[in-house]
């Protein structure tokens, strides 16, 4: 059997606002094992980012516990935590993904710790952008900014990746050719994908899909 990459063991989370309380997450459980590529769908405000954003330790728990490669988030430091996400999670958000004032190669190297512009060049070679390394942002269209966001977010050879609606803002052909790349990423590299979508096209490319309702998954 797999090993388990993330596990959720009965997770709360409760935002304050002043007097207010949010419940956004209400004891969920959830294993996520090496290997896996799930879809996370739901309505809005179900919880999804905010699951989402525990797993990448962008965030505690307010109860219960979240386990990294079978350590408890909450016990390690905040350089440990800044470690793992840096080393060991990848991020693609919907938008706001890249630094409009670098180039593509520039982008994808951001994250490394020593400037690594070989592994960053095959890391756009095997995204379909070979002949682009050099174009900004405003030069690039949407799925191959989204593209580029990926070839970033795999500079540090994660072992997870986790993914805030990455077609968002995509058409369905982007949307395809984004999905696909994911795929390819999980069945040919083994990697771990976890992705929160809308969109029932592009949840079909995952190998499970789970929904999420009122802070918790549907079951
Ligand atoms: N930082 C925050 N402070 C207060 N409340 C928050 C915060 N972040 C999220 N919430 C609330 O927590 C609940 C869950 O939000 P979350 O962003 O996880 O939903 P979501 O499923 O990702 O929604 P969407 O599909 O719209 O992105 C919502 O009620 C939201 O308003
Ligand atoms: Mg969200």
Do not use: C
């Amino acid at each position: 059997m797999n090993k388990s990459v993330l596990e959720f063991q009965n997770v709360w989370k409760t935002y304050k606002m002043g007097t207010e309380k949010v419940k956004a997450l209400r004891g969920v459980n959830l294993t996520i094992k090496e290997g896996d590529f799930i879809a996370i769908m739901g309505p809005s405000g179900s919880g999804k980012s905010t699951l989402l954003h525990l797993a990448g330790i962008l965030d505690i728990p307010t109860e219960g516990t979240v386990l990294m490669n079978g350590k408890n988030v909450k016990d390690y430091s905040g350089k440990e935590q800044a470690k793992q996400r840096r080393s060991n999670i990848g991020f693609i958000f919907q938008r706001f993904n890249l630094m409009p004032q670098l180039t593509a190669i520039e982008n994808v190297m951001l994250p490394m710790i020593s400037q690594d512009e070989k592994k960053a060049k095959m890391l756009l070679n095997k995204i379909g952008l070979k002949d682009k390394y050099k174009r900004f942002q405003k030069q690039l269209s949407g799925g191959e900014q989204q593209r580029v966001a990926i070839a970033r977010a795999l500079a540090n050879d994660p072992s997870i990746l986790l993914a805030d609606e990455p077609t968002g803002e995509l058409d369905t052909e982007n949307t395809r050719l984004i999905m696909e790349l994911l795929k390819n990423l999980n069945e040919n590299d083994g990697l771990t994908i976890v992705a929160v979508t809308h969109n029932p096209l592009a949840a079909e490319y995952a190998k499970e899909v789970i929904t999420m309702q009122d802070g918790n998954i549907k079951s």
